[in-house]
Every structure is written in C-alpha cells, then in structure tokens.
C-alpha cells in the first residue's frame, strides 16, 4: 500500500506542476483545458514548490479522468485511423463536456 500511496503522491505532484506551466505559457488555453476559473488559477499559478508539495502529499489523486463516460471513450477508441482526426475529435468532444458542466453549475461557458 505505501508504494500506491507514493505513486499517488508523484502524481500529485507532476499534475500541479504541469498545471503551473500550462497556466504559465498560456493561461487562456489553460483554463479551457483544465476547467479552472481566473481565481483557482491565480491560486495555484502562485503557490510555491512546498506549497505544492504539501498540497501533493494527500492520498487522493488530485486529478480526474476526463472521459468519464464510456460512450465518448468508445467514440475516441473507435475513432479510425487518422490520429491527427482523433486528436482533434477527443478534443472537442472534451471541450463540449466542459461545456455541458459548466452550464449544470451555472457557469458560463
């Protein structure tokens, strides 16, 4: 279990730091692609690498899989040959996703 536990943890840490850099060289691509508002991202743009680390030291994983359902994996995982097609399909059907929860919490989108 404390090898899981120490995965968890590395992951943690990768993603927040990988959050950091995207809101860094590009913040407007950041927030569509994370689902982050202006203040989540000024919060974890400025937190320090001990902040993060802290942050990064819980057991539960930080980030979620985005294709939750499995319909749009299937769509994804059927998606042909062409893998810049694929890409760009995975992509929108994300962002629409984004969209779709945005407007059930009210947000807007």
Do not use: P, W
């Not at 943890?9 to 959050?19: I, K, R």
């Not at 319909?71 to 694929?86: E, T």
């Not at 929108?92 to 945005?102: C, E, F, I, T, V």
């Amino acid at each position: 279990m404390s090898s899981l536990l120490n995965d968890i943890q590395s992951v943690n840490l990768s993603y927040l730091l990988l959050v950091q850099r995207l809101l860094v060289e590009d913040t407007e691509m950041a927030l569509v692609r994370l689902g982050l508002d202006q203040e989540m991202a000024d919060l974890l743009s400025g937190m320090s690498v001990s902040q993060l680390v802290s942050l990064s030291s819980c057991n539960q994983l930080l980030c979620e899989l985005a294709l939750d359902d499995a319909s749009l994996l299937k769509g994804v995982l059927q998606g042909g040959r062409d893998q810049d097609f694929s890409a760009m399909h995975t992509a929108m059907l994300l962002n629409a996703r984004q969209n779709d929860a945005g407007l059930r919490q009210g947000g807007v989108s």
